[in-house]
């Protein structure tokens, strides 16, 4: 059956109850496909089938947007509802890439909220997603170009890591340098900054790891292709400070403040590459990564070869706190339902 959507109630219906669909709507009935993912482009929810983007627009042509990564948990009370993690700091971080990549946002935070609301409703998502919410520079500009800018927000089913069974990683050091504020700022999250992830991510598969770690001009440790980085050195949990070329990672500030709750040592520091092959565990976190484990840092095993207690403890409470089981910590959490 084919949804639709009315953007102003928030409310799905049938197709079938309705005289005449969009056609969209009525291409899907006629080709009998699943019901389509719903994304909200340009001011509309629209199926994903029809949110193109011109060849000719700057975003195609020079990556020229910025990003958000975002996760909604399912709640662990099991009744449906959908939690939306750490919005605010979020939407602060792409106002903040806006200002500095020169763009002017059309919304304010308030509104990205409610449209990022609707488009999860639209979709009658109930379990975990992970949803991209991009402003970008359409028309037929240059790189130079300051408009028009719309928006997309892209949501996907993306179930949580098991904790019982979490994946791990093998690293390498990138024979890559990671961009830095004087050429590429990676405090942006803008497309474009990815083409240095790409580098380095490719070379690590080539070489038959699972990722990458970046270091920086300095030859310090900075973060990972698409997530940051922490160790536990001598027992103290470690990472490379925030001007230290790394995004200002919100998965990695709400795992500072985990830690400290759980009485572990939190240092922000400069870190050698040696470290790495000392650190008794090493894991990368991210919107998308969570915690996850790494294992061995250019073969060399991390610890004992295995996702470490305190890795798994934090990520633990983390995905505890993701889906409102610590009270204290709900107002990081903004209800869809
Ligand atoms: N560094 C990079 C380069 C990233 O792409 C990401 C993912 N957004 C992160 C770090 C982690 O940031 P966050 O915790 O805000 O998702």
Same mark, same amino acid.
């Given at each position: 059956?084919?949804?639709?959507?009315?953007?102003?109630?928030?409310?799905?219906?049938?197709?079938?109850?309705?005289?005449?669909?969009?056609?969209?709507?009525?291409?899907?009935?006629?080709?009998?496909?699943?019901?389509?993912?719903?994304?909200?482009?340009?001011?509309?929810?629209?199926?994903? $089938?029809?949110? %193109?983007?011109?060849?000719?627009? *700057?975003?195609?042509?020079? /990556?020229? #947007?910025?990003?958000?990564?975002?996760?909604?948990?399912?709640?662990?009370?099991?009744?449906?509802?959908?939690?939306?993690?750490?919005?605010?700091?979020?939407?602060?971080?792409l106002m903040d890439s806006c200002k500095l990549l020169g763009m002017s946002s059309p919304y304010k935070t308030s509104e990205l909220k409610d449209h990022l609301i609707l488009t999860i409703r639209a979709n009658e998502y109930h379990e975990d997603v992970s949803i991209r919410l991009t402003l970008f520079v359409d028309g037929e500009g240059s790189w130079s170009s300051e408009g028009p800018i719309e928006m997309f927000i892209a949501p996907l089913k993306k179930p949580r890591i098991n904790v019982d069974a979490p994946p791990t990683?093998?690293?390498?050091?990138?024979?890559? $340098?990671?961009? %830095?504020?004087?050429?590429?700022? *990676?405090?942006?999250?803008? /497309?474009? #900054?990815?083409?240095?992830?790409?580098?380095?991510?490719?070379?690590?598969?080539?070489?038959?790891?699972?990722?990458?770690?970046f270091l920086g001009r300095n030859g310090k440790v900075t973060e990972g292709a698409g997530a940051c980085l922490f160790m536990v050195r001598r027992g103290v949990l470690?990472?490379?400070?925030?001007?230290?070329?790394?995004?200002?990672?919100?998965?990695?500030?709400?795992?500072?403040?985990?830690?400290?709750?759980?009485?572990?040592?939190?240092?922000?520091?400069?870190?050698?590459?040696?470290?790495?092959?000392?650190?008794?565990?090493?894991?990368?976190?991210?919107?998308a990564a969570e915690l996850t484990p790494i294992t061995s840092v250019d073969r060399v095993p991390v610890g004992c070869g295995r996702p470490g207690p305190m890795t798994m403890s934090l990520l633990r409470k983390y995905l505890e706190v993701v889906s409102n089981q610590v009270a204290r910590y709900s107002n990081w959490l903004v209800p869809i339902y």
């Open positions: 059956m084919v949804r639709s959507f009315d953007l102003v109630t928030g409310s799905c219906g049938s197709d079938e109850t309705k005289s005449a669909g969009t056609e969209a709507q009525v291409t899907h009935k006629m080709e009998g496909l699943m019901p389509s993912r719903f994304i909200w482009f340009k001011g509309s929810m629209v199926p994903v $089938e029809q949110a %193109n983007i011109s060849v000719l627009s *700057p975003t195609a042509q020079f /990556g020229l #947007n910025v990003f958000e990564g975002i996760r909604c948990y399912a709640s662990g009370a099991g009744d449906g509802q959908l939690f939306a993690f750490r919005l605010n700091e979020h939407f602060g971080r990683l093998s690293a390498c050091i990138s024979t890559w $340098e990671r961009i %830095n504020d004087n050429c590429f700022p *990676p405090r942006i999250k803008t /497309g474009a #900054n990815y083409i240095n992830s790409r580098y380095a991510h490719l070379e690590a598969k080539r070489d038959g790891y699972d990722c990458p770690v470690t990472t490379p400070s925030l001007t230290s070329s790394i995004l200002e990672s919100i998965t990695r500030s709400t795992v500072m403040t985990l830690a400290s709750e759980l009485g572990v040592q939190v240092v922000e520091r400069e870190v050698d590459r040696t470290e790495l092959h000392l650190a008794e565990e090493l894991f990368l976190c991210g919107t």
